[in-house]
């Protein structure tokens, strides 16, 4: 990440890896309590009580509220970026001349990831509380910004190469791009909408076998995507 929202002074020598777990603990709490509340309801007080810290820590740690819960996207973004960096990489393999299934593959595999990384357990659950939290609100500023174009950015990218070269059209022509947005978009109503889509299902969480289903049906719907007679 290009900006850091540590402290303005560095802990004492010795202490950087006790005030890194620090950081991280008071950084675990604050996406729980911002994901349940959003920003502007969120306490400090509960962040600090939760995370076993006194109030300035978090002065200390982040400059304040703002500088926290920008540290809690940096955070979930830099390990969504670990996650995907295998299907990425499977993803860039895949060559023109390989058969359409390979693309599918590679597509529905970073879908996979994805479905993973937002619905997987329980820590990723608050994870993704956090994000839809955050869309609902309208993240805005410069800091925010830049990681959403850098994280978007990458994932539509890698997307959009692999559906180009399934269907046989540029990546950069606007019907990949909707095709790429209408399979991306398959976990919107999943992850935005998380509790009516869980209420309408009669599920209480997609974990376990409701996430193979979920994943299973996300895999179906992209080949039905990418299939050349829905292609035209």
Not at 45 to 62: E, K, S, T, W
Request: contains cysteine.
């Amino acid at each position: 990440m290009e900006e850091h929202t540590g402290p303005r002074r560095r802990p004492p020598a010795g202490g950087y890896a006790r005030g890194d777990l620090k950081r991280v603990k008071i950084i675990e709490a604050a996406l729980k309590v911002f994901g349940e509340q959003g920003y502007e309801q969120a306490s400090t007080r509960q962040i600090a009580r939760d995370a076993g810290v006194n109030p300035p820590a978090l002065q200390y740690y982040f400059n304040g509220k703002e500088g926290l819960h920008l540290a809690c996207f940096e955070y979930i973004a830099a390990h969504l970026a670990r996650a995907l960096e295998p299907v990425y990489a499977a993803a860039d393999a895949v060559e023109p001349g390989d058969p359409p299934g390979k693309m599918a593959d590679a597509l529905c595999d970073i879908m996979d990831t994805l479905a993973d990384y937002l619905f997987g357990a329980a820590q990723l659950e608050g994870w993704s509380r956090f994000i839809a939290r955050g869309v609902g609100e309208g993240w805005s500023g410069q800091s925010y910004e830049a990681r959403k174009q850098n994280l978007a950015g990458k994932l539509h990218a890698k997307c959009d190469r692999l559906v180009g070269l399934a269907t046989g059209c540029p990546a950069t022509d606007a019907l990949t791009k909707l095709r790429t947005t209408a399979i991306l978009g398959q976990l919107t109503p999943f992850h935005l909408s998380r509790d009516n889509t869980l209420a309408t299902l009669g599920w209480p969480d997609f974990h376990g076998e409701r996430l193979e289903m979920l994943k299973t049906t996300l895999r179906q719907h992209t080949r039905a995507i990418l299939d050349p007679k829905s292609a035209r």
